[in-house]
């Protein structure tokens, strides 16, 4: 089992940057496909970029390819997620996932994911 605590997030103004952290307890996030995803009020969970045991990424390209960009730091056993030029539409609760399965297709659906953090709440502003 794995522990997933994300930080990082506050109040920023529209245009501006923030970086999301995932720290994982338990076991090493190498043993996992990592994800980021959002939930914003009154709307459904929205996938928004994973990176998978091998490094390999996905992004989900409607929303955020080009702004975002997810890595990982295997010694500190952390994965972040790097946000710029950020919209007002931003606005969510941001959740780190950690997947056990190997050799999906994709991992950019929530079922594909067995451990969540709690979120973390990024709140951009015009």
């Known amino acids: 089992q794995v522990q997933l605590v994300e930080s990082g997030g506050g109040l920023v103004q529209a245009g501006g940057s923030l970086r999301l952290s995932c720290a994982a307890s338990?076991?090493?996030?190498?043993?996992?496909?990592m994800g980021w995803f959002r939930q914003a009020p009154g709307k459904e969970r929205e996938f928004i970029a994973y990176?998978?045991?091998?490094?390999?990424?996905?992004y989900n390209a409607d929303s955020v390819k080009g702004r975002f960009t997810i890595s990982r730091d295997n010694a500190k056993n952390t994965v972040y997620l790097e946000m710029n030029s950020l919209k007002l539409e931003d606005t969510a609760v941001y959740y780190c996932?950690?997947?056990?399965?190997?050799?999906?297709?994709?991992?950019?659906?929530?079922?594909?994911?067995?451990?969540w953090g709690q979120g973390t709440q990024v709140t951009v502003s015009s």
């Open positions: 338990g076991r090493t996030i190498n043993n996992f496909a």
């Open positions: 996932a950690a997947g056990i399965r190997y050799g999906l297709s994709t991992y950019s659906t929530a079922p594909s994911y067995d451990y």
């Open positions: 990176m998978r045991r091998n490094g390999g990424t996905g």
